[in-house]
């Protein structure tokens, strides 16, 4: 098992407020890893340090054995891609174009791509059903449809890891599940890491081989969906305690909420 | 993308000619169309053998000593100022941006001023001195302008126009005192306030045309660039552009081409505004295409806002500041109510 993305004692300050504290995890090739918290806990914070845009105040963070600000923005961008959790504006670009858009990390600065661009964009048109759609403008699509077509952007990366910011916030529950689903076939196909930050605790435990529980800028647990799910850490980070109960077809933990159970402290 | 691009450059280029032979031909002394066609084209490099010279020699006389440089100067200077709008637009993101509502025409304006009603234009870096200290005092009126609207690091849309607005008007009152303080106060003010293209020979647009080269080249190879930032900075970072670099050049040339505008023909205010946006609503929101469509059709535009001005009231003058803000400040309004509309969807 490789270990493609490594942090070693990792810190953050905000001013004078401390947001991430001493965190030491690693993540291996091909896995899905998800980060979970509570609001505040520090889970975006995390995910900008992971993508290379915010430094770290203290700590080594490396990616495929070099460290992370060893990278030029251009080479980082080729190994690593994220999806922000906001839809892209809604700009007069046609899919295929923005989608195109991705290949710019491969671009020299007169625009040539130095690999097979048009092949690689038309496959993740295809791949994500918008090739029907590759000529109309973002302005005619709905939110989900552009998501769709931002995680286009990401695939034409091709990248080696994914970061996943909330990427399902404000997409309904189909579209959540269809976004999942072509990240995890995405990720299986091309033995892609994928490390996502996401608040529902159902959809973390149906997709993750490993999870990260964060709590005020700490590390509560890392281990599988069955070891992390449990009523009482649930209730020890989030302040409410759920019934878990285990889904009729995957076996996996999934949690049921209950009224009037919020802020019970121990 | 490149076929689009030939096509539209074609377009441009085949209006720009016609606007330049048409506007030549206008004037008090009538030249009729058929010499002003053979006489411009004769200043073509390559393709001037081909015409013999069988029009009378005092066509010839006015139209390449009089309307020509004066026609060939306004493309410039619209090109350069439209370039410069589509610059800051990009930069910014902010539709309403242009080298007159950001200050920085006003800003280069008070420096340019300064030189020559005090005698001093030679003085620094000789004929280059005033492009360079208009540049200075362009770019400081910039920086106190975003300094003024910027708020934790955010820029407000409307915010970065009105600290604009009230910086341009404050610089527009120190030039009006230098002017005030020189010996020919009038015309003077109305060239700097409102710009003007009368009576400048074939030398100053000697001066524009390197600026203007790269302005053309700095911000068309930034053209994928500026397109990545239009859906958003921290995407745009994700891909492996550099936000903040890319927008400090951007910035910087276009405060560049705006000042060299400037210092040969004053203030004209929102020709910057008003050809990115409707060169906008012809090609789409690629700025590959945007930047060189906007330098054409940015001459186009100056060449009949300047034959206007000469011609509307004439042998009278008006000045063409006020010509362009007759047509850019209702435009202005138009944008404003577009994006308030789109602001409360």
Known sequence: MTLLLRMERLDKYYGERKVLDQLSFSVAEGEFFGILGPNGSGKSTLLKLLSGIVKPDGGELALNGSPIGGYTRKQLSRVLAVLQQEPIPPASFTVREVVEMGRYPYQNWLGDDSGASDEIVDAVLDQLNLAELRHIMLTELSGGERQRVALGKAMAQQPSVLLLDEPTTYLDIGYQIQMMDIVKAWQRERKMTVVAVLHDLNLAAMYCDRMLLLHKGSIVGIGTPGELVRGELIRRVYGTKPIVVEHPLYGLPQILLRQGGAHDEP | ????????????????????????????????????????????????????????????????????????????????????????????????????????????????????????????????????????????????????????????????????????????????????????????????????????????????????????????????????????????????????????????????????????????????????????????PDYRLIVPVSALLGAVYMIWADTLARMLLSPTEIPLGVITAFLGGPFFVYLLRKHKRRLRM
């Open chain 2, 1 to 284: 993308m490149s076929k689009r691009l030939g096509m539209w450059g074609g377009v441009g280029s085949v209006l720009l000619l016609l606007s330049i032979v048409v506007s030549v031909s206008m004037g008090t002394a009538y030249v009729p169309l058929s010499d002003t066609w053979p006489i411009v084209l004769h200043h073509v490099p390559f393709l001037g053998d081909l015409f013999h010279a069988d029009w009378p020699i005092s066509s010839e006389q006015i139209i390449s000593k009089v309307r020509l440089p004066r026609v060939v100067l306004a493309a410039l200077v619209g090109a350069c100022l439209s370039l410069a709008g589509a610059g800051f637009q990009g930069a910014l993101r902010n539709p309403l941006a242009d080298p007159y509502t950001l200050g920085v025409a006003s800003g280069a304006a008070v420096g340019a001023a300064f030189l020559i009603l005090f005698g001093l234009q030679l003085a620094i870096a000789g004929r280059w001195s005033i492009p360079i200290v208009a540049f200075a005092t362009g770019m400081t009126s910039l920086l106190i302008v975003l300094r003024l609207a910027g708020t934790g690091g955010k820029l407000q849309l409307e915010t970065v126009i009105l600290s604009g607005v009230v910086v341009q008007a404050f610089l527009g009152s120190i030039v009006s005192f230098m002017v005030t303080l020189s010996d020919q106060v009038v015309n003077e003010i109305i060239y700097w306030l409102m710009g003007s293209l009368s009576l400048r020979g074939w030398s100053y647009s000697g001066i524009l045309v390197p600026y203007l080269l790269v302005g053309l080249f700095v911000l068309m190879a930034n053209g994928r660039t500026l397109n990545l930032i239009s859906l958003g900075e921290r995407q745009a970072e994700h891909l492996g552009v550099h936000v903040a670099r890319t927008r400090l050049v951007v910035l910087v040339v276009s405060t560049l081409i705006t000042a060299a505008a400037v210092s040969v023909a004053g203030t004209i205010g929102f020709v910057g505004l008003v050809v990115p946006h409707l060169v906008r609503l012809m090609v789409g």
